[in-house]
């Protein structure tokens, strides 16, 4: 079994301080929306997060990174044969588990209004049928619950290991993989974690959630 956490991800709701700022408020209205109740998204408020959050408008507000990886993940042989799980942990600390069976709208606007339902029910009690539930829960306490196997945490400042390399004794491994653009990781993860690169320069998450699951794919022989 393969675990993929992505971790840190981009994804959360527009913050106050950017309530009253004119991309925020145009988004909102064209969408119909309380602005509460809305995805923060660079490509429509690029301008409003770097007046509030100097440099960061490249990484904060991204959902079209997560919307690409699971549209890679869950169309995967590996995942179409049950043989994966995966669990996206958010810059707000909550944890999204994504059953194996789930089917990501290919549209972009579909899914955003997806994860915004999401967001909106975290206080309601969890479905064991859903196919996507959310919880509160840190990036800590989500390795330690569902990692399986050994733990890899990827990053481009981590010992090189080419990526068909990096599946060696057990059969069970657990992947940690950014859910940003840019950066490094916010949350604080153990020092005992074995940090690894599999390419000298940073590459999206969605191309490195392909190259570890191929990899895997071909290690098992599913492939």
Same mark, same amino acid.
């Given at each position: 079994?393969?675990?993929?956490?992505?971790?840190?991800?981009?994804?959360?709701?527009?913050?106050?301080?950017?309530?009253?700022?004119?991309?925020?408020?145009?988004?909102? /209205?064209?969408?119909?929306? &309380?602005?509460?109740?809305?995805?923060?998204?660079?490509?429509?408020?690029?301008?409003?997060?770097?007046?509030?959050?100097?440099?960061?408008?490249?990484?904060?507000?991204?959902?079209?990174?997560?919307?690409?990886?699971?549209?890679?993940?869950?169309?995967?042989?590996?995942?179409?044969?049950?043989?994966?799980?995966?669990?996206?942990? $958010? /810059?707000?600390?909550?944890?999204?588990?994504? =059953?194996?069976?789930?089917?990501?709208?290919?549209?972009?606007? /579909?899914?955003?209004?997806?994860?915004?339902?999401?967001?909106?029910?975290? &206080?309601?009690?969890?479905?064991?049928?859903?196919?996507?539930?959310?919880?509160?829960?840190?990036?800590?306490?989500?390795?330690?619950?569902?990692?399986?196997?050994?733990?890899?945490?990827?990053?481009?400042?981590?010992?090189?290991?080419?990526?068909? =390399?990096?599946?060696? =004794? &057990?059969?069970?491994? $657990?992947?940690?993989?950014?859910?940003?653009?840019?950066? &490094?990781?916010?949350?604080?993860?153990?020092?005992?974690?074995? /940090?690894?690169?599999?390419?000298?320069?940073?590459?999206?998450?969605?191309?490195?959630?392909?190259?570890?699951?191929?990899?895997?794919?071909?290690?098992?022989?599913?492939?």
């Amino acid at each position: 079994m393969l675990t993929i956490i992505i971790a840190d991800a981009e994804i959360e709701f527009v913050p106050e301080d950017l309530y009253n700022e004119p991309d925020s408020i145009s988004y909102a /209205r064209r969408r119909s929306k &309380d602005i509460s109740k809305i995805l923060l998204d660079s490509n429509y408020m690029h301008t409003a997060i770097d007046k509030h959050y100097p440099g960061e408008s490249k990484r904060r507000g991204r959902p079209e990174i997560i919307h690409m990886a699971l549209l890679v993940a869950l169309e995967s042989i590996l995942n179409r044969s049950n043989g994966m799980r995966l669990y996206i942990h $958010t /810059r707000e600390n909550f944890v999204i588990g994504v =059953n194996w069976e789930t089917r990501i709208p290919r549209s972009y606007n /579909r899914f955003i209004g997806l994860i915004e339902n999401l967001f909106e029910n975290t &206080d309601k009690k969890l479905n064991d049928d859903s196919l996507l539930k959310i919880w509160k829960s840190d990036l800590n306490q989500c390795i330690a619950k569902y990692s399986s196997g050994k733990i890899i945490l990827l990053t481009p400042r981590g010992r090189y290991s080419g990526v068909r =390399n990096l599946f060696e =004794n &057990d059969e069970n491994y $657990t992947i940690i993989i950014g859910g940003f653009a840019e950066g &490094d990781y916010r949350s604080d993860i153990p020092a005992d974690i074995e /940090r690894i690169s599999i390419f000298n320069e940073e590459l999206a998450v969605w191309t490195v959630i392909s190259e570890i699951v191929c990899s895997y794919e071909s290690w098992i022989g599913l492939v």
